[in-house]
């Protein structure tokens, strides 16, 4: 399945690209960051939380292939 | 009264609702870049108690966005700058100004004389400081913050709605997140953001509208495009911030602001029991150290083994030099397992140390 | 330069951006709710040279939001105040002031020394001014515009993208659409988008990101829900503009801005030819007038018939006392039948005049 | 069909609503227009533009039976 991920702040610069569409098996998010820290090994060093179709998930939700939103912390004020 | 006219005339305000306004006592901590259009908007709109925390002087290089300040101001208290412009403004309305760092000694009293709570600061131990205190004295906290062209608000701890640590549980390890001051950050942005948060403010107060609890809003001013992520309030996580209260900064911000986050001396745990040592080097880098309690597996393998790992021991994991290890810890915390460090000195430390016990 | 040092460190600005800041002319039109947000962080990011326009003086109910402003300003010319306050926060930059209304005579002169115009006006007249001296002269125009909760930011006139009237081509009759000192707004709505406005003069003028040309992008301060609507260029429309110039003020402006607008008295009429006469009186009104040149149409049915209405004839409408006739009137201007008009003292002045002349 | 309609500025005054679903057949914008007078005759009196799925339309186009954004002009500043 298709899904497009979008990168945040900081991990737009780790990853190179502020959004991306990736061919994907169905899959929790837990394989979603395997496959992830693969391509882009930068993200393990990075605190981040993941959300789909707007929601924050957890690690043991299914992806149904949709918008994936990968959010860091900001610090700045 | 004329100043107000412009809100008294709005079905939605009316006179009930700027009285609201002037009974309203909101405490914004950090006068800089978000802190400067809030405290504007705030103070225009006729707030009755407005307090700001911050103990920074201004500097030449805040004058790209932080528009309370002149030029002369540089070298001067930005707490005493910014209430000297804004009682100009409108002289009608008291400011009180606290020229001083928020730290868990004083956050209570401060924190106790107001009835919202805006963060404006630019650091994670102050945020998360500042979260746990409008948890334990349940405040309404307006939550914003900027990185470079991109910015976040949201509305935490609003009747019975998420905070900070429902969405990041804990303080990311330093240096991972860097802030304006050493990045850069396109001077308009907090305008937008800051502006946005006192809008927030003022729907609270009103009871207008739809406050931005449980809905993280994400700005990107470079694209004008915007995403709003819904967050959960997680119920055990408020109650650990309720039942441990503000001692969190022995644990948390006090390593993850020194140099060594996370780091620990092998002097300080070789007598401990109930420790999971992981070693973290490749399977061939010599020398192997051969005991029961140590794990061995290699840093790209960590997060594909987490089940290994063990949730109730202390965790020390290490590498030759303790740059793997101090990832390895990352990849934990992220995993929100969170007691572990990485040895100092690594694998000699620990080939020394067994040297002298033994 | 110490100042702009934030603005340097960032990759997408740099040394050239900020050179590329300092050498920009921008022209603010309206030193109000939206212009002075604009100003503060125009000035601050240190544009080279800003120009205000604005004729009004400070008023007690401008504070609730115009931020710029002292109490001690009340009653001074707002770009005298304004100036003074925005070269305290940067002396570096030249900062112009045209204290003096917007009007057809003047528009060229004063638009001809800025790469970029702001429109933070408050009324029609002016915006559709604004909007055809950008055409004519080939300016980008960065738009905002606000209504009691609600704002609109976009950019006119960028590299042959659509101008306002593309948006909406004509201005709406006198008092369809009140403006903020009649109907009140909240405060910080104009903070939110004269900051947007911001970003879009910045954004054009480091040609980083992507600016709103083309997209109307719409905000509600009380849901934070926002919408961005497509807008596309009519070249029709823009060449009427270029070719026609700024005269349109005698055939919109005037006549919008008077208190009559669209009315016209019988005897600048009776003895025209090509005249279409509509009666939207309910059909059992009396009295009746017969003559061949008279459509009889109820108001409830005037947008089911329009096929009968001539698009090349002078249309009069008249009903009993001149209400429903200037309502057909603004129905027949929504259908883009422009040559319409709204007869004084209605069916009693027909009557009248018809006894005259025969 | 179902389209969703939404109001925008003083328009949602006139209409008394910000948004409302309407059930209607396939129509051009036009006929979307007249349906509208109908229901809120206080629009007859109001300058506005419509949008399709946030694109704006002309009299002429077909209505498929999405997102209908009725956008009237805004004077202040």
Redesign the interface.
């Known amino acids: 399945m298709h899904i497009e991920i979008?990168y945040?702040?900081?991990l737009a610069e780790v990853t190179g690209c502020s959004s991306e569409i990736l061919e994907l098996s169905v899959t929790p998010v837990s394989g979603l960051?395997?496959f992830l820290?693969k391509k882009h090994p930068g993200l393990?060093?990075?605190?981040?939380?993941i959300?789909q179709n707007?929601?924050?998930v957890s690690?043991e939700t299914m992806l149904t292939g949709q918008e994936i939103?990968i959010?860091?912390?900001?610090?700045?004020? | 009264m004329s100043r107000y006219s412009r809100h008294i005339v709005l079905d939605e305000i009316g006179q009930a609702g700027q009285d609201k306004i002037s009974a309203a006592k909101v405490l914004v901590i950090g006068a800089g870049g978000l802190g400067c259009p809030v405290l504007q908007y705030l103070v225009a709109a006729g707030i009755g108690k407005i307090g700001v925390v911050d103990y920074d002087t201004v500097d030449e290089s805040n004058l790209q966005r932080q528009v309370l300040y002149n030029t002369a101001s540089i070298g001067q208290k930005k707490v005493i700058a910014a209430k000297e412009r804004l009682q100009q403004l409108n002289p009608t309305i008291t400011i009180e100004t606290y020229p001083e760092k928020l730290v868990s000694e004083n956050v209570i009293e401060i924190f106790k004389d107001y009835d919202i709570i805006v963060d404006g600061t630019d650091n994670f131990s102050t945020r998360y400081l500042i979260n746990d205190a409008a948890i334990i004295l349940d405040k309404p906290l307006v939550y914003g913050a900027i990185f470079k062209f991109e910015g976040q608000v949201t509305v935490f701890n609003y009747k019975g709605g998420p905070s900070y640590r429902c969405l990041f549980p804990t303080p990311p390890q330093k240096g991972s997140v860097p802030n304006c001051s050493e990045i850069g950050v396109l001077g308009v942005l907090p305008g937008i953001i800051g502006t946005m948060q006192a809008n927030e403010v003022l729907k609270i107060i009103l009871g207008i509208g739809t406050p931005l609890s449980g809905k993280l809003y994400c700005f990107n001013t470079l694209t004008n495009q915007s995403m709003t992520i819904g967050i959960n309030r997680e119920e055990p996580t408020i109650a650990m911030v309720k039942q441990r209260g503000l001692n969190f900064e022995n644990i948390e911000e006090t390593t993850f602001c020194s140099n060594n986050a996370f780091e620990i001396g092998i002097e300080s745990i070789i007598s401990e029991d109930d420790i999971q040592f992981i070693d973290v080097r490749g399977l061939s880098e010599m020398p192997r150290i051969e005991r029961e309690d140590i794990l061995e597996i290699p840093l790209p393998q960590l997060t594909k083994r987490l089940e290994l790992i063990s949730r109730k021991k202390k965790i020390i994991i290490f590498c030759k030099s303790g740059i793997r290890s101090a990832q390895a810890v990352a990849i934990l915390k992220e995993q929100n397992i969170t007691n572990c460090w990485s040895l100092k000195d690594g694998v000699s430390a620990f080939t020394k140390a067994l040297s002298k016990t033994t």
């Open positions: 979008k945040f702040g900081m960051k395997e820290f393990q060093q990075k605190d981040f939380r959300a707007q929601e924050l690690e939103a959010l860091p912390p900001f610090a700045g004020g």
